[in-house]
T-cell receptor
Framework: QKEVEQNSGPLSVPEGAIASLNCTYS??????FFWYRQYSGKSPELIMS????GDKEDGRFTAQLNKASQYVSLLIRDSQPSDSATYLC?????????????FGGGTRVLVKP | NAGVMQNPRHLVRRRGQEARLRCSPM?????VYWYRQLPEEGLKFMVY????????ESGMPKERFSAEFPKEGPSILRIQQVVRGDSAAYFC???????????FGPGTRLTVT
């Protein structure tokens, strides 16, 4: 089992619709969770961080965290073609060698006009 | 520009040469991380450094790779005797605190011919 799992996609979404991205993680004691957006050929860009159970909203983005289910999600409302990118879920994992940020493989999102 | 800076942006090396990648963290950030992203693959942690200290190098190959973050100047990732398999994008990230949000630089794309 991968430590951080995401559906690779592509997730095809019509313009104006809601894109829903999911991420599960294996470390029950993880406390810090992040979503990054990465355009092709570019570096990851931090778009959301979440540390507590529940929802956190920032503009058109909403992150949802459920630590009991080891599940974090990202909703993109009113999706735009410019949202077409790969979205990376990242979790701070507790490891014997040292805590580190572990990334999922990413979900590719395609927003169609 | 207060962002994470990396140079060079593109680097071409012949097999057997050395590659030196530089990273200057964001202002006020003292934690530096290096990641590698192979084509069509996810981000993999390599090393975590603070000034003059390597905190965690568990993701770094045992041979040919080394990293430093001197008291003065940028962090450097050094790859000796490069091989074709080293061709990848190398990203540096920095954070203000250890398990806090990490911000990525634009990356160095290394091509080994």
């Amino acid at each position: 089992q991968k430590e951080v799992e995401q559906n690779s996609g592509p997730l095809s979404v019509p313009e104006g619709a809601i894109a829903s991205l999911n991420c599960t993680y294996s470390d029950r004691v993880s406390q810090s969770f992040f979503w990054y957006r990465q355009y092709s050929g570019k570096s990851p860009e931090l778009i959301m961080s979440i540390y507590s159970n529940g929802d956190k909203e920032d503009g058109r983005f909403t992150a949802q965290l459920n630590k009991a289910s080891q599940y974090v999600s990202l909703l993109i409302r009113d999706s735009q073609p410019s949202d077409s990118a790969t979205y990376l879920c990242a979790v701070f994992m507790i490891k014997a060698a040292g805590n580190k940020l572990t990334f999922g493989g990413g979900t590719r999102v395609l927003v169609k006009p | 520009n207060a962002g994470v800076m990396q140079n060079p942006r593109h680097l071409v090396r012949r097999r057997g040469q050395e590659a030196r990648l530089r990273c200057s963290p964001m202002k006020g950030h003292s934690h530096v991380y290096w990641y590698r992203q192979l084509p069509e693959e996810g981000l993999k942690f390599m090393v975590y450094l603070q000034k003059e200290n390597i905190i965690d190098e568990s993701g770094m190959p045992k041979e040919r790779f080394s990293a430093e973050f001197p008291k003065e100047g940028p962090s450097i990732l050094r790859i000796q005797q490069v091989v074709r398999g080293d061709s990848a994008a190398y990203f540096c990230a920095s954070s203000r605190m250890k398990e806090y949000e990490q911000y990525f630089g634009p990356g160095t794309r290394l091509t080994v011919t």
